[in-house]
């Protein structure tokens, strides 16, 4: 059964800032059933511009007869905060004035995400996560839920992620920031404010998300007197085109800010001691060919986190392999949830003798 909500929560929603949000609403879609020991819940939080609909982009792994299937889980993903599908978000209207915040929407960051995640959680009554999963910013959300609810998730799974956002990445979306913000239409208060400027925004962004190979192989020029009109530069416009239609530069704006916020380690006594709190058994994906989000990041997750382990993607899409090369990680994440359910029944079995 798939079904897409939205729940509302009665209580003003205070952020990391000590700024709050009223009258917060969080869209989501489940799909399958809960069963009765309400142990088959997979939890899964969306990449930068993704939504709650993991059955439509990540559909190698999630979908029928895929390891993630409604059969066997009970799957959510929520729409995460600030994005435009339904969640409260910069074009939201605000209850103090009846009209969108635009650019007056408080700034939140990657925990407060995770702490509305843990609101619906509380909602949908799910004492327990069997399995928590995201990749890129999705990857930091569910990162900081199992920091700070080590015992509600039992399983985690972390991919092209890292324990704080690099200065190569906050780099990357400033970049991103300044194309926005040089659109003046940004600041016009309209829906389509900055759409230039967020055209501008996904081609940076997609430089960071596949590799030189990528490109190469799969925007080559066979015509060698071409001069112009060029397969590379068509391609950048496009995928432009493509995300002003369905999204919106507020939204993108406060999401990358957020991204650059990420750090475990704050008002904590260092990421080391953060990433120790993870009690769920672990397995961290990293991405050989990723630009963004390099595989020694993902390395060091493994090294830090107890009962843990690595799997290296032999991805040539770089960092959005994660998306498209869904065979070998179902076999790797099967693998790992084969491996997790034997070990509980080893220590159940070693409980009882």
Known sequence: MNTENSYKHKKPFQLESGKKIKDLEIKYHTYGTLNAKKDNVVWVCHALTGNSDVFDWWRGLFGENRLFNPKDHFIVCANILGSPYGTSNPLSLNPATGLPYYLSFPEFTIRDMAAAHQLLADHLNLKDIDLLIGGSIGGQQAMEWAISEPKRIKKLVLISTNAQ???????????????????????????????????????????????????????????????????????????????????????????????????????????????????????????????????????????????????NLDSFYGHDGFLIDTEILTQEIGNFIKSAVTENQLVNLHKIA
């Open 165 to 311: 956002h690099s200065s190569w990445g906050i780099a990357f979306n400033e970049s991103q920031r300044l194309a926005i913000s040089s659109d003046r239409t940004f600041y016009s208060n309209s829906p389509d404010g900055g759409s230039k400027g967020l055209k501008v925004a996904r081609s940076i962004a997609l430089l960071s998300y596949r590799t030189y190979g990528t490109y190469v192989s799969t925007q080559i020029e066979v015509d060698n007197e071409k001069t112009k009109d060029f397969k590379a530069a068509s391609y950048q416009n496009y995928q432009g085109e493509k995300l002003i239609k369905r999204f919106n530069a507020y939204s993108y704006w406060y999401l990358t800010k957020a991204m650059d916020s990420h750090n475990v380690g704050r008002k904590r006594s260092s990421i080391e001691d953060a990433l120790k709190q993870i009690q769920a058994k672990t397995l961290v994906v990293g991405i050989t060919k990723d630009v963004l989000f390099p595989v020694e990041e993902q390395v060091f997750l493994a090294e830090k986190i107890k009962n843990s382990r690595f799997f």
